[in-house]
T-cell receptor, first 114, second 112 residues
Framework: ETGVTQTPRHLVMGMTNKKSLKCEQHLGHNAMYWYKQSAKKPLELMFVYSLEERVENNSVPSRFSPECPNSSHLFLHLHTLQPEDSALYLC?????????????FGPGTRLTVT | EDQVTQSPEALRLQEGESSSLNCSYTVSGLRGLFWYRQDPGKGPEFLFTLYSAGEEKEKERLKATLTKKESFLHITAPKPEDSATYLCAVPFSSSGYSTLTFGKGTMLLVSP
């Protein structure tokens, strides 16, 4: 257990559905991240929240909408997804301090879009 | 342009056969190099951070080393349970906020 939990672990959704992924960290960190991991590609950073403020949005399509209500919780709201959005979605957290970049990951949500 | 390149893409070893994985980077002013292990269907697990050339860190059968241009993850007498994908990452800033940029990983398979 890394102290970062994600639910659900598996999700199958149609292209017209709306669903949300949830992440919770129990490490007392102040930054949280969403990554997308597809086969044979490096981890793709999607969003970063630091001190509950979104500080990074890597040209992610608007069908992905993040929400960070507090420093322990992070959501990724999904709507009208495409089959190419099928991937492992990983949440991570870290303590943002000068020179500290270690991130701790959750187990991921395996998303399949049909 | 890739900031982090890992090789080989895949490596198959016999149990007990030592080898090394490579991670080369092009980021200037390195602020740390990070190694992770990822098992299939799971999130990456943090292994090591290296900050300066010449630094070494060890954990069980793994030893990570760092030079000014690359890092090596040496695996001594590996066991089947060491089979996983090993990822390296470096901090990179594209918009004023620094976060980790990951390589594609090396998939290691250790056969009994």
């Amino acid at each position: 257990e890394t102290g970062v939990t994600q639910t659900p672990r598996h999700l199958v959704m149609g292209m017209t559905n709306k669903k949300s992924l949830k992440c919770e960290q129990h490490l007392g960190h102040n930054a949280m991240y969403w990554y997308k991991q597809s086969a044979k590609k490096p981890l793709e950073l999607m969003f970063v929240y630091s001190l509950e403020e979104r500080v990074e949005n890597n040209s992610v399509p608007s069908r992905f909408s993040p929400e960070c209500p507090n420093s322990s919780h992070l959501f990724l709201h999904l709507h009208t997804l495409q089959p190419e959005d099928s991937a492992l979605y990983l949440c991570a957290s870290s303590q943002v301090e000068q020179g500290a970049f270690e991130q701790y990951f959750g187990p991921g949500t395996r998303l399949t879009v049909t | 342009e890739d900031q982090v390149t890992q090789s080989p893409e895949a490596l198959r070893l016999q149990e007990g056969e030592s080898s090394s994985l490579n991670c080369s980077y092009t980021v200037s002013g390195l602020r740390g190099l990070f190694w992770y292990r990822q098992d299939p269907g799971k999130g990456p697990e943090f292994l090591f951070t290296l900050y300066s050339a010449g630094e070494e860190k060890e954990k069980e059968r793994l030893k990570a080393t760092l030079t000014k241009k690359e890092s090596f993850l040496h695996i001594t007498a590996p066991k089947p349970e060491d089979s996983a994908t090993y990822l390296c990452a470096v901090p990179f800033s594209s918009s004023g906020y620094s976060t980790l940029t990951f390589g594609k990983g090396t998939m290691l398979l250790v056969s009994p």
